[in-house]
């Protein structure tokens, strides 16, 4: 087994990558990187030594050591590319690419750990404040998702892409910080559909063996 991915149950942006090696088959090991307050695996000089910004995902595949979600599925694209996860035909192709980088580049930087943290320890956000910024910035990526989106069952039609391995983690975050979705019908829509299949159940933070400890 060539590919290690090193991971957090609950990362958002190891959660696209899991969904993504599991929609094309591929055989992987998961390597647990702790990123709990406390235990911050990541920011020891083992994990340094490996990935030197210290995030999650990072994938090993043989000569191949990456980080950066984007740039992972991106490349998984192109060194497996058997079961696609990227339409083959423009302009749709640029389309999903444009849904993935909405949420990886405009919503999810503003409401990550790292953020979310600086925001309490450092400039003195209590949870309110906190959970106010947190639901602004999802409605904002949201609203703009919910228009951009066809009407299912996945978010670009008859089979998942690369946006629905974005779409999903980013609905179970907004779903675990209490944000209303009410005004999302097409996206809850979605998610539920992509629920039912086995690489997203296989993919889902639950299901990660650092989930217990953690």
């Known amino acids: 087994m060539s590919i290690r991915l090193y991971s957090y149950w609950r990362s958002s942006a190891a959660y696209r990558v899991r969904i993504a090696l599991n929609l094309k088959g591929l055989d992987y090991t998961i390597v ?7 235990e911050s695996e990541h920011r020891k000089d083992a994990y340094r030594a490996i990935n030197p910004q210290m995030l999650v995902p990072f994938l090993e595949d043989r000569e191949v050591r990456i980080g950066q979600s984007m740039a992972i599925l991106e490349y998984l694209e192109e060194a497996y ?26 919503i999810h930087p503003l409401n990550n750990l790292r953020v979310l943290t600086y925001l309490k320890t450092k400039l003195g956000a209590d949870s309110k404040a906190s959970s106010a910024w947190y639901a602004h910035w ?15 069952p996945y978010v670009f ?25 009410k005004k999302f ?25 650092d989930a217990a400890s953690t």
């Open 32 to 38: 647990p990187v702790s990123l709990a307050p406390g």
């Open 81 to 106: 590319p058997s079961i696609a996860l990227l339409p083959h035909e423009e302009p749709a192709r640029s389309q999903v690419r444009a849904y993935c980088n909405m949420i990886a580049c405009d």
């Open 138 to 152: 999802i409605h904002e990526g949201f609203e703009a998702a919910e228009a951009l989106t066809s009407d299912g």
């Open 157 to 181: 039609g008859a089979e998942p892409t690369l946006a629905d391995a974005f779409l999903i983690p980013q609905v179970y975050n907004a779903r675990r910080f209490d944000v209303s979705l």
């Open 185 to 209: 019908p097409k996206l809850v829509a979605i998610v539920d559909a992509c629920n039912t299949l086995p690489a997203f159940k296989k993919a889902a933070p639950e299901k990660q063996t």
